[in-house]
């Protein structure tokens, strides 16, 4: 019995999907520990360094700030300290990573 994949005429190739995979996951591995700056549906925004994320979208940020939609445009408000924190993926309206933080290198010991 031919698979669904193969009536459609669709064969799934699985070094391509391999290839696909481990560039994602490089990608993600190389924002690691960077400062991004996260918009949620409420209006909140939140910055803080990666730490990971998984299948449903969800995201760890360390030493997250959280910063209030403020009705003065030019003010951004006091940032109140969360530490860790975890936002649901299907309240991410965007994700940006600080420039800052993609041109400082680290290097191990």
């Known amino acids: 019995m031919a698979s669904e994949?193969?009536?459609?005429?669709?064969?799934?190739?699985p070094e391509?999907?391999?290839t696909a995979y481990a560039l994602a996951r490089l990608k993600?591995?190389?924002?690691?520990?960077k400062s991004m700056r996260i918009r949620m549906t409420d209006g909140r925004t939140l910055v803080?360094?990666?730490l990971c994320t998984?299948?449903?979208?969800?995201?760890?940020?360390?030493?997250?700030?959280?910063?209030?939609?403020?009705?003065?445009?030019f003010s951004q408000g006091e940032?109140?300290?969360l530490g860790l924190a975890m936002i649901p993926g299907h309240h991410v309206v965007s994700?940006?990573?600080?420039?800052?933080s993609l041109q400082t290198t680290t290097h191990g010991l």
């Open 54 to 73: 998984d299948r449903d979208c969800n995201v760890i940020l360390g030493s997250a700030q959280e910063f209030l939609k403020s009705t003065d445009s």
């Open 48 to 50: 803080g360094l990666f």
């Open 28 to 33: 993600l591995e190389n924002l690691l520990n």
């Open 16 to 18: 391509v999907e391999e």
């Open 5 to 13: 994949s193969e009536e459609n005429g669709m064969e799934m190739q």
């Open 95 to 100: 994700i940006e990573v600080e420039s800052e």
């Open 79 to 81: 940032p109140r300290v």
